[in-house]
């Protein structure tokens, strides 16, 4: 049977991975900078210590927490309510974080660590869908709160 709730550390690690992938977003500029002064040879290609990389490793172990916690301790049943196409969007969508968040990381290392340059495409890639997915996320949430009149979004915040 699912949970009536999240618990405390599932919301926890829901928000502090928000935090840092938008941490992430913000300091894009930077670490593309150092990429491409690495590939033009303006700096040595060496992989050098950064933020951004040691965010990324931060998100892939919290992601991998929280997918752990979702698999053994569940997650609140979406509305019953909820029509059965919008059902298998928020699942999607959900699988589709989880593969973005554990798959960036790790091609952004191998481009980093390896300078792996279709790693690094295939992490620029995935950051643009990240975009548009955290977008989508938001407004689904929104919608759920004001248009669906849910508790879906108060789950999230610890108010249910």
């Known amino acids: 049977m699912a949970p009536s709730t999240y618990s405390r550390t599932q919301i926890a690690l829901h928000w502090i991975i928000v935090l840092l992938v938008l941490f992430q ?16 040879g303006t700096l040595p290609n060496v992989a050098t210590p950064n933020v ?23 997650v609140p049943a979406l509305p019953a309510s909820e029509h059965p196409v919008l059902k298998l969007v928020a699942s999607g969508t959900h699988i589709l974080f989880y593969a973005l968040l554990i798959g960036m ?3 952004g290392a191998a481009a980093w660590i390896l300078g792996i340059s ?6 620029s890639i995935a950051e643009k869908l990240m975009i548009l997915l955290i ?21 999230m915040v610890g108010r249910a």
Not at 135 to 155: E, G, I, N, P, S
Request: no cysteine; charged share 15%; aromatic share 8%.
């Open 25 to 40: 977003i913000v300091m894009h500029d930077e670490i593309v900078r150092l990429w491409t002064s690495r590939m033009d």
């Open 105 to 107: 990381p790790l091609s």
């Open 52 to 74: 951004h990389v040691a965010v990324g490793f931060l998100i892939l172990a919290l992601a991998i927490w929280r997918l752990v916690l979702r698999l053994t301790r569940g």
């Open 118 to 123: 279709p790693a690094a495409q295939a992490h």
């Open 135 to 155: 977008a989508l996320h938001v407004l689904a949430a929104l919608a759920q709160h004001f248009w669906f009149r849910t508790d879906v979004l108060k789950r």
